[in-house]
Nanobody
Framework: QVQLAESGGGSVQAGGSLQISCVIS????????MGWYRQAPGEERELVSS????????RYADSVKGRFTISQANAKKTLLLQMNSLKTEDTAVYYC????????????WGQGTQVTVSS
């Protein structure tokens, strides 16, 4: 099992920056990918960004490319998402996620952290 705990959400004005974090614990060696999803009210949960644990390959949703950066710290036990040039449409609950090696989809989830961007 992998446990995920997010922190760092909050409120910011449009154009501002925010960094959210996720501490990973448990059987961390079983995770092949880590990622950030978000879900806005009335919307489907969407993948924002992900990173491969073995080689660090990253990918981003088109809507956040050039503004958000995913990274790891503390011997890959912390997942970060640096969000710059925030827009009101970035408002959502952001979830940290992990995909166990051998699984097709992300199967471990954090409790989520609210990010609110005001105009």
């Amino acid at each position: 099992q992998v446990q995920l705990a997010e922190s760092g959400g909050g409120s910011v004005q449009a154009g501002g920056s925010l960094q959210i974090s996720c501490v990973i614990s448990g059987e961390t060696w079983t995770a092949c990918d880590m990622g950030w999803y978000r879900q806005a009210p009335g919307e489907e949960r969407e993948l924002v960004s992900s990173i491969k644990m073995d080689d660090g390959t990253t990918r981003y949703a088109d809507s956040v490319k050039g503004r958000f950066t995913i990274s790891q710290a503390n011997a890959k036990k912390t997942l970060l998402l640096q969000m710059n040039s925030l827009k009101t449409e970035d408002t959502a609950v952001y979830y940290c996620a992990a995909r166990r090696c051998g699984m097709v989809r992300f199967n471990y989830w954090g409790q989520g952290t609210q990010v609110t961007v005001s105009s």
